[in-house]
């Protein structure tokens, strides 16, 4: 066989792990013939390839990015697109295509099955908003980052006596501040599932400073919105998959915690940060697990599905299971976390 990989969407650790578990294994024990498309879908749509071996490989394991590159290139918005990608996989004789992505690039996967191509696709992002699978690879190290950048925070804010406001990436869902938050021991987590209401979190500030703090930790995730207000977003341009850059809310909790509190703040914006460096040994062998399990689908021509962390076990799911819907935090995770607001 010749086996097409190729990583779109926002690039995290561990991407390299499982573009290594795929080679190792479909080459080494099934001898087939891996053939990486640069830059996302882009590579599809301009046939820019480059064959992948052990060779090419070796030292992966640890490295974060990926070496395929990516792009948030979207065949749909391209006139006959998803077309010219089917045409691109006929010539380059291509008998598997292992996709690895977000929601985004695996809505795009799902349009090549439905179309007749053969498509796997593998779940990747920090945000962990992908429905089906229990985590995705990259979330554990966004999350260690994250929680790192908090622990630090704290002795800043108390020798400073500050409120220091840490904002996390995460696009629409909440996952990275609430697991940060959590582990940071953070005294409010905003998060896009619950909009906030501003008096609240002041009040929670002022109780906890009266009972004797002299500094708090506020997670911010980037998607997080007031009540009655709208996203704070960087600006109002939309990337090829309609989504609209966000960043900057943290800035206005800032103000409004100096202005309402009179406590001295500073704000954190961790965003790409986030994205980059070594994946953690959690991500390590989830990603190792999900390019294996990936490479063994495309093997037996099992085709349309998404291989899944599901509890301790890896699965295979049906690709529209994972991008119907996005997976958003519950309110039983954040009610145990509202335990120690405040
Ligand atoms: O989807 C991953 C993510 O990091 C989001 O958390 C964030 O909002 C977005 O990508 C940033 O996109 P870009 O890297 O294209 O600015």
Known sequence: MRVGVLTG??????????????????EEIYGHTIVGFRHGWRGVLEDETVELDRGSTRGLLPRGGTILG???????????GIEKVRETLQEERIDALIAIGGDDTLGVALQLTRAGSPA?????????DLSATDFTFGFNTA???ATDAIDRLHTTAESHDRVMIVEVMGRHAGWIAMYAGMAGGADVILIPEKPFDIDEVCETIERRHKHGASFSIVVVAEGAVPK???????????DAFGHVRLGGISNEVQRAIEDRTGF????TILGHVLRGGTPTAFDRVLATRLGVEAIDAAHEGDFGKMVALRGAGIERVPLEDAVS?????????YDVAAVFFG
Not at 70 to 80: G, I, Q, Y
Not at 264 to 267: A, K, L, Y
């Open 9 to 26: 969407g926002g690039d995290c650790p561990g991407l390299n792990a499982v573009i290594r578990a795929v080679v190792r294994k479909g």
């Open 70 to 80: 990516t792009s948030r290139t979207n065949p749909s918005k391209v006139e006959n």
């Open 120 to 128: 796997i696709g593998v779940p990747k992002t920090i945000d962990n």
């Open 143 to 145: 999350v260690q980052v």
């Open 228 to 238: 009655e207000g709208s996203m704070v977003t960087q600006s109002g341009e939309l």
């Open 264 to 267: 001295e703040s500073r704000v």
């Open 325 to 333: 819907e996005p997976k958003t935090v519950g309110e039983d995770l």
